[in-house]
T-cell receptor, first 114, second 110 residues
Framework: DVKVTQSSRYLVKRTGEKVFLECVQD?????MFWYRQDPGLGLRLIYF???????EKGDIPEGYSVSREKKERFSLILESASTNQTSMYLC?????????????FGSGTQLSVL | DAKTTQPPSMDCAEGRAANLPCNHS???????VYWYRQIHSQGPQYIIH???NNETNEMASLIITEDRKSSTLILPHATLRDTAVYYC???????????FGSGTKLNVKP
């Protein structure tokens, strides 16, 4: 089975801190994604990556950046955390080249910014 | 990508079939219909997908209308562990992006 591992299940940070959320997948997948999930808003795509060192903005990239130095690892960076970035963050990966897209998700990181 | 419309919540008795509807009236010819579910405190899990024909796997069945404007996910014998939020998504692989809406909260009751 595909395993997508997020480094922390719960994280508490202070406003202004630089925050790193790490995600690792073990199936040699090309595509990796970062979503955030908020009550009533569903999942919203922040960034995604098709390949190493490649990234594309999703629907809500403001305040975030990403890094993909190795194929298996996709990091989400909050340069200066703010309270409105308190959310559940979900990482996903996909190895499909189309037309079918099966996403495999991690368990999520609940981030609280105080 | 086409948008989908799902009821916010549904109830189902344990052991009975759960039929979850989804409207996607603006779906285009090369867009697939996908269903995922999210059990509380976990990431979403893939269930099934289809293009035109009805599909069945070990988890569920997917019925797509002939005009492809709507679909129904069927859990044939719902259990308490099927209580989750179910997302219906339509997507064109060219974008490699999925749009998750708010989904349908399915409550399976004993």
């Amino acid at each position: 089975d595909v395993k997508v591992t997020q480094s922390s299940r719960y994280l508490v940070k202070r406003t202004g801190e630089k925050v790193f959320l790490e995600c690792v997948q073990d199936m040699d997948h090309e595509n990796m994604f970062w979503y955030r999930q908020d009550p009533g808003l569903g999942l919203r795509l922040i960034y995604f990556s098709y390949d190493v060192k490649m990234k594309e903005k999703g629907d809500i990239p403001e305040g975030y950046s990403v890094s993909r130095e190795k194929k298996e690892r996709f990091s989400l960076i909050l340069e200066s955390a703010s309270t409105n970035q308190t959310s559940m963050y979900l990482c996903a990966s996909s190895g499909d080249r189309g037309p079918v897209e099966k996403l495999f998700f991690g368990s999520g990181t609940q981030l609280s910014v105080l | 990508d086409a948008k989908t419309t799902q009821p916010p919540s549904m109830d189902c008795a344990e052991g009975r079939a759960a039929n979850l509807p989804c409207n996607h009236s603006t779906i285009s010819g090369n867009e697939y219909v996908y269903w995922y579910r999210q059990i509380h405190s976990q990431g979403p899990q893939y269930i099934i997908h289809g293009l035109k024909n009805n599909e069945t796997n070990e988890m569920a069945s997917l019925i797509i209308t002939e005009d492809r404007k709507s679909s129904t996910l069927i859990l044939p014998h719902a259990t308490l562990r099927d209580t989750a939020v179910y997302y219906c998504i339509v997507s064109d692989y060219n974008f490699n992006k999925f749009y998750f809406g708010s989904g349908t909260k399915l409550n399976v009751k004993p």
